[in-house]
């Protein structure tokens, strides 16, 4: 299918689940959507070049209920949460965020959540597209680990850009501008349970307000509708120019499924000097020696402005061997040259080494970039 | 969102895999797409009435390739396979499946995919949308199962209707017609490896075969197409109607998540009397003497022909009791009436019970009523 062809209709029906913002989306004009972890998430409001420069000058209001949290409660809990993942937690406080990537046991990434531990005994993993809940209960209780595994009823709504402070600060008090990125607070919009932090999936600043009852979805959105009118606010979703721009990995998108952390860059978060077992430990440190196969890069390349792939696009060398995959490309409007993420042989991965490929009938040549493409404040 | 409104499209974008059929769905005019097991599928063409007739009276080919197979390899598949579903297996036999819900360790019905056992060390789980891949490895790598757990490259193509098997024959021999339901074989069509099997998900017969390799997608495509334009195939896609009158369970649309087989009406697949051990054993023994809280029940209703509901819908009893969701409804053309799948509180689910739900600003008003709503051959 051609990228100009009319897009298909997407089937709105139970199977899937419907966001407690959706209908808010809906007046807001969604035009496209996806199916991210069951649930029903808009990708686009029509106007790409609005939404883009409303998140990197004002302030955009995303429905990202789709990031949904795996929550672990009980005795065992800290203990299986550690054991989930290739990261040290240290101390691990109440209140302070992780970006932790979680491999199988044999050191593949199946997500990359977000940890937030909200009480001594009560954690969050905020993920990615895959079902993160099935494979903790598996691992639990096999294990025979203490504690309950669920998927409560909270859904995240993102305020991005460089207005959202001031927003979120007229919403909840001016202690939020206090926050620190990835820490956050259990806290309440009047009768709205909330958790909120400083978090969220740009890098122009912002915040994710973890709504805690399905129920005051539409409340909540509408409150932020209404504060957020002074500042411009409007619509907007993960989005595709930026996140390349800025080098943030899309689980399921940037990589093949059996990627493993040293690929996707998050080799750093991968502590193998750990006493404590964890799952993929010895998996990783054979993967750790053998060197990446494969690694994620940036790329920019000639052309007319580039129209987002459909699908993952073969890449080859000068000499014409074939040399990995174009997983996510668009222009960049900061750079104003044609970027992408892809996932090459290491030996293809050096800076500057010149990579091609096809798209649409014609070929695209370029060279590997430097990560983030655009940096931050740019 | 009104029913009546545009819906929305779907993003394509590599996050979500294109199945090998894909172009050939598009060609063929595919109007709307959803996502399963993150892959698109086709859900219609457009012309739902034709779709149906072309089901219950002809031959139509769906794009079932998201119905994706989780291969357990190695000295303990068979071992593992056994412990990750209630239902005893018996001989377990290559070339007979079986249809295997899976329960977690607390009993709730996570997938219900049909099993084939291809070798003797060789299975597939033929599975419903969710992440199985990850449960099972953890489960393997956990007990120290001996077994290598992988998605392999396989897209089932189903052929449904009643002159399905007229035309599988013509394409791969007489000797399907000697297959027993659930029966399947490994064959060939010319060069196109293939598992032949006669399943599918509706009960107007048929075959599923199984594609070993997606390069060969289209030439699959269209060597049924064209072998089928004698007996006047069409594209198509799992029917809602026909499935709603037919009886046939869809995963996670029918039921909350946290269903156990006895409420989803598996309860003969679950076999307590097994002395080897499996997951879910004693959940699902405290469940089953606790009597099933809640039903999956046939549903039938007045007003004018429904049109299929887009999230579940709180049902209540003739005083105004909660008395569950219905999940799944619409004009039943065999029937001549409004039906639906609803998931009841047990009070609630004998025969004849008169219930009521709202939807579109009107309230329909039922009962209960015996499943399957139209009994096959009708």
């Known amino acids: 299918m051609a990228p100009s062809m009319t897009l298909p209709a997407i089937t709105i029906s139970p199977r899937i689940r419907k966001s407690p913002f959706f209908d808010g989306t809906i007046a807001a004009g969604a035009t496209h959507f996806t199916v991210y972890n069951h649930m029903y998430m808009p990708t686009s409001y029509g106007d790409p070049a609005a939404e883009y420069h409303r998140l990197l000058h004002g302030v955009s209001m995303w429905d990202v209920a789709a990031e949904r949290q795996v929550e672990i409660v009980g005795p065992d809990a800290e203990k299986l949460v550690r054991y989930l993942t290739p990261r040290n937690l240290g101390a691990c406080e109440i209140g302070k965020g992780r970006y932790v990537p979680l491999c199988d046991h044999h050191g593949r990434v199946i997500n990359d959540p977000v940890l937030l531990r909200l009480e001594q005994d009560l954690f969050w993993l905020s993920i990615a597209d895959s079902d993160v ?9 096999e294990r025979g680990f203490d504690c309950e595994i669920s998927e409560p009823d909270v859904s995240p709504l993102a305020i991005q850009g460089p207005k959202a402070e001031d927003l979120v600060a007229d919403l909840l008090g001016a202690w ?3 926050l620190k990125y990835f820490g956050f607070k259990q806290t309440a919009l009047d009768h709205i349970p909330l958790v909120v932090a400083r978090s969220g999936w740009s890098k122009q600043g912002g915040f994710e307000l973890y709504l805690r009852d399905g129920d005051f979805g539409m409340e909540l959105w509408d409150a932020i509708r209404e504060a957020g009118a002074k500042y411009g606010i409007g619509p907007g979703t993960p989005n595709h120019v930026e996140r390349i721009e800025s080098g943030l990995l899309s689980y399921g998108a940037d990589h093949e499924p059996d990627a493993d952390p040293f690929e996707l860059g998050l080799g750093k978060l991968v ?21 990446a196969g494969r690694k994620l890069v940036g790329f920019a390349f000639d052309g007319e402005p580039f129209v987002a792939n459909q699908h993952p696009l073969p890449m080859e060398s000068e000499d014409g061997a074939p040399a990995g995959m174009m997983r ?3 222009y960049s409007v ?5 970027v992408g993420i892809a996932f090459v042989p290491a030996d293809y991965a050096g800076i500057g080494t010149q990579l091609r490929f096809h798209s649409g009938g014609r070929v695209y040549t370029g060279h590997v970039a430097e990560m983030p493409l655009v940096k931050p404040g740019k």
């Open 133 to 141: 809940v099935l494979w903790v209960r598996a691992v639990a209780a």
């Open 271 to 291: 502590d193998l000097t750990r006493e404590d077992d964890f799952i993929g430990k010895e998996a990783l440190k054979r993967r750790s020696t053998g060197g």
């Open 334 to 338: 900061r750079r104003k040259e044609n």
């Open 328 to 330: 996510a490309a668009c």
């Open 176 to 178: 939020v501008r206090e």
